[in-house]
């Protein structure tokens, strides 16, 4: 009965709101970005009061839920999927998702908003506006943006956002807290090696400022550091009306430092690739151990890593370089959603609660040492021919780490992909242990066990989905107190915010 009153709904909708152009949604000119500001501002007036205390929840008007609400972008109704069908028989088409802002059109039964799951940018521009003006009520929910107290300290100073670099801010408020990261910048500038490339001058500069005296306590404005990571940026590309990649800005940070001396030094994970035959059992020897050990040079223990590189390429240029260097661990943690997105044609029989549920059905906690079991797990190469028996079949292939960073970085891959190459914003919670312990990853050497025993220094978060949210930061500070960090807001928290949180990059510093 519900689902055939469910197909009954869209019917009608199909009627109200047909259009013979497919290709774009005319619903989209009813929406004005003044009009929703307007609407929005009123129903949600308490939370623009600066002396507001409470954070009102964001719930269903029809029964009373928390969870996949919408708000009408016409009337600014708040209700969930189960009530979305009835609503839009009024005349109310788009809605927007209130946790991950995608805007989904009830007559055209697909999304608008944003280009990455609508499939185009046709709406991205009139549209942005009334997203923008949603997260400023998300945001105040949320609370993004709050006063908390604070010690004139330095170690606890909030950083300038220049329109959407939140992105920016928070992944360097974890770099400042990063000790090892500030020791190597100093030596490297005292080191005569030559010019400081111009992201690690400006970055080592603002962590003398950063942890200095005498500075105004609230903010600091990081303007050049800024300028320097848009112009020498390889990855991604910055502009501080437009967000980027939080993993992406890392990369490009420590691609602007010296590898050998600050980068790699901090970060660097040397991990081994290990083949192993499944026909003879045979393990595939290491290219560059064997070249290092049959080309020694007298009083040294190796050859130097470039012409270890060449002469290994030469003498076995069908194997691959089996030791790398990383300077973060990307983990996933969710799976392919069973159920596509479903385009219907206006006036189509579909299940319109189908087509909104993007995400599939909500994934169980997962731990992070079970992240890092996948990660490590052993996987299955086929077409592969063993240099020692000569035979084609499979092997097995295993990845160690061979020696552990100072820091260790791990990214968990929030962007869940589903049917036709589409990604989403995931929302599964990952339980993040204090102290984590990677030896059991590690290749059997002399290297203590101890240095592979971490603790969780800071964390940095999204709030929000694909469509729009808000970058922030947790660092534990010299004391061991959690501090929250939100452009140029900061404060003191405790350990069960950090942990409600959904943690993006971990930053783990080795005991």
């Not at 009954?8 to 199909?14: D, R, T």
């Not at 020791?183 to 200095?212: C, D, H, M």
């Not at 915010?497 to 959904?502: A, G, I, K, P, Q």
Request: proline residues 5%.
């Amino acid at each position: 009965c519900g689902e055939w009153r469910m197909q009954q709904a869209v019917a009608k909708l199909g009627a109200l709101f047909s259009s013979e152009d497919s290709s774009k949604c005319v619903h989209v000119e009813r929406v004005q970005g003044k009009t929703f500001k307007k609407l929005s501002r009123r129903k949600f007036a308490a939370l623009f009061k600066t002396e507001h205390n409470g954070t009102p929840a964001i719930k269903c008007e029809d029964c009373g839920t928390e969870e996949n609400v919408w708000v009408c972008l016409h009337c600014c109704r708040l209700c969930c999927l189960g009530h979305v069908s009835e609503h839009a028989e009024q005349g109310c088409p788009l809605l927007l998702c209130c946790q991950d802002s995608y805007i989904f059109c009830c007559a055209c039964a697909r999304y608008v908003y944003p280009r990455e799951i609508a499939g185009t940018a046709e709406h991205e521009k009139q549209l942005t506006k009334v997203v923008e003006e949603w997260l400023q009520v998300l945001g105040r929910t949320r609370l993004w943006w709050r006063e908390l107290p604070t010690c004139a300290s330095p170690g606890q100073r909030g950083l300038k956002n220049y329109g959407n670099t939140c992105f920016f801010t928070s992944t360097v408020q974890a770099l400042m807290h990063n000790r090892t990261l500030r020791v190597a910048l100093e030596s490297s500038s005292t080191s005569g090696t030559g010019e400081e490339l111009p992201i690690q001058k400006n970055l080592r500069e603002l962590f003398e400022v950063y942890w200095g005296t005498g500075q105004d306590p609230r903010l600091l404005n990081p303007r050049a550091l800024w300028n320097a990571v848009v112009e020498h940026a390889l990855f991604g590309e910055y502009d501080q009306n437009s967000m980027e990649d939080a993993s992406t800005l890392l990369i490009d940070l420590l691609n602007g430092m010296d590898e050998k001396q600050v980068s790699n030094a901090t970060f660097g994970t040397t991990i081994e690739d290990a083949v192993v035959c499944r026909k003879c059992d045979t393990r595939r020897v290491n290219a560059h151990r064997l070249v290092s050990r049959l080309f020694s040079i007298p009083g040294t223990r190796f050859l130097p890593p470039r012409a270890v590189s060449l002469v290994a390429g030469c003498l076995a240029p069908a194997l691959v370089p089996s030791v790398h260097v990383e300077t973060s661990l990307s983990l996933g943690i969710s799976k392919e959603a069973e159920q596509p997105q479903a385009d219907g044609a206006a006036g189509a029989a579909v299940d319109l609660v189908a087509c909104m549920s993007l995400a599939g059905p909500p994934q169980p906690e997962l731990a992070l040492h079970d992240c890092l079991k996948a990660y490590f797990a052993s996987e299955t190469v086929s077409d592969y021919t063993c240099g020692f028996c000569k035979t084609l079949g499979s092997c097995s292939k295993v990845m160690r780490i061979v020696e552990p960073p100072r820091t260790a970085v791990i990214q968990l891959k929030r962007f869940a992909p589903i049917a036709r190459g589409i990604q989403i914003k995931c929302h599964r919670r990952v339980g993040v242990p204090d102290e984590l312990d990677l030896s059991e990853f590690a290749t059997p050497s002399q290297i203590p066990l101890e240095a592979f025993r971490y603790r969780l220094k800071a964390s940095v978060v999204h709030d929000g989905g694909l469509g729009g949210g808000h970058y922030m930061a947790y660092v534990r500070s010299p004391t061991g107190q959690w501090v929250w960090f939100s452009d140029q807001y900061f404060g003191q928290v405790d350990q069960a915010e950090v942990d409600r949180s959904e943690p993006y990059i971990l930053f783990y510093e080795r005991i």
